[in-house]
Structure formats: C-alpha cells, structure tokens
C-alpha cells in the first residue's frame, strides 16, 4: 500500500471482513497496515483542500450533527452554533 494509491484501497471494502470480536455497526473500517501511508495520505488530501469550501463543509456537518443529537433528544455537540441555520 503506497501513500498514492485510492482512499478504496485504504478501508476495508466490507465490515464482515473483520475477525467476529470487531465492531460492525459504521460499515467503514480503516485496515490494518502501512500507517506511513495512511499519515502521508492524509497530509496529502489536506494540502489539495479549498479552505473556503472545508469552512462551507465544517458549517454543514456541525449543523446536522446538532439536528440529529436534538431529533433524539441528545445534548448539542455545537451548543454556540444552533441558532446559525437558516
């Protein structure tokens, strides 16, 4: 596994790939490996990314998050940014 190859070929295609004492639940799961890689991908990915669209993309998950934690009757993760949707 090179630091250049496809995200795809960094996680694990299926969940029931796992040895059966390993969590199922969020279907990604990051195999084990060249850690070295996974970091330079990373360092990669994050040097390719337009801030202004990262701060938009930031904005909209902190938004759901907190929709979702409030449908379930959960404490808000972003308690200061509720009332900035529209």
Do not use: Y
């Not at 796992?18 to 490996?33: E, F, Q």
């Amino acid at each position: 596994m090179n630091s250049t190859a496809p995200v795809s070929e960094h996680i694990a295609p299926n969940s029931e790939d796992l040895p059966i004492d390993r969590p199922r639940k969020s279907g990604l799961v990051i195999r084990p490996g060249n850690r070295e890689g996974a970091i330079n991908l990373l360092d990669q990915l994050l040097s390719e990314g337009d801030p202004e669209e990262e701060r938009e993309t930031l904005e909209l998950l902190k938004q759901a998050l907190n929709e979702h934690r409030a449908a379930v009757g959960a404490r808000l993760m972003f308690p200061d940014e509720q009332n900035h949707s529209a």
